[in-house]
């Protein structure tokens, strides 16, 4: 699980997520392709990665929490009913547990990384210098300024991102290879694993994509001396009076074409890593992927 989730922290996906991060908090950038080109210029190949040897070091721990979470919960869901097959809402609410329980570890992680993406200065040079000079002067600096409380601003909103999106990505990915699968063999084609997976980590996005942008919003808010929002409502009120409601899709298409080939590759590698450790869960019990 740990090897499979680490291949989603790819450089691609930090490329991509730094798009969607910028769009999502900053008026400027306009488009994926006017992102890229900005940022390229602006700061050379290192500001597509920004941020990312932190989650790095902690999607590891990220996994093992939510993993853990919706794998007890779904047992605990059977035992209640006798030991019987799980339901496809059994999956549905350990899958929300999981991802509600993992903001704990993520939190803070997931916030210096927005704040480090958010930084358009360029070490480089130039006449106004980056904030942060990496995410452990980010990370101290938040504790500084902030307190330690400062550190799981926008957990709330990650908490309403994740808890709905695990839903639906566990869910849809338990339904299509159930639909497509012969119940005689013990593992799902590897063409409906893949297919399954895309359209699962897609489905959850196009879900958690308009909490998301509330999310980074929020973490952002306060970084450089301006504070506008006090606090998750105030935050969507303001947001859909200044930019209306489409701004809470607007990062929705990178989402998506990140998510389609990422979590392909995932629950490929999670189905064969099971199958290689002999370590498979029962037949009514679906693999568990982190999706961030």
Known sequence: NHFSTFLETGYCKFAYRRYMVRIQ?????????????????????????????????????????????????????????????????????????????????????????????????SKRGGPVKPKYRGPVHCLLSIVKEEGFRGLYRGALPLMLRDGPSYAVYFTIYASICEALSDRDKA????????????????????????????????????????????????CIRETV???????????????????????MVVFMMYELLTDFLRVRPQSDEMPYVVME
């Open 25 to 121: 908090t900053q008026k400027q950038f306009t488009g994926i392709w006017q992102c890229a080109t900005t940022t390229f210029s602006k700061e050379g190949p290192p500001g597509f990665y920004k941020g990312m040897a932190l989650p790095v070091t902690t999607i590891a721990m990220t996994s093992s929490v939510t993993f853990g979470v919706y794998r007890n919960i779904l047992h605990c869901l059977s035992q209640l009913r006798g030991g019987g097959s799980n339901t496809k809402v059994d999956v549905a609410l350990a899958g929300m547990a999981g991802g509600i329980a993992q903001t704990s570890v993520m939190s803070p992680g997931d916030l210096v990384k927005v704040r480090l993406q958010c930084q358009t200065e």
């Open 187 to 234: 593992r799902p084609a590897w063409g409906v694993v893949m297919l399954a997976g895309g359209v699962a980590g897609a489905s959850a996005w196009a879900v958690g994509t308009p909490m998301d942008v509330i999310k980074a919003r929020m973490q952002m808010d306060g970084a450089r001396d301006v504070k506008r929002y006090s606090g998750l409502i105030h």
């Open 241 to 263: 009076r200044t930019e209306g409601a489409q701004v809470f899709y607007r990062s929705l298409s990178i989402n998506c074409l990140r998510a389609f080939p990422s979590n």
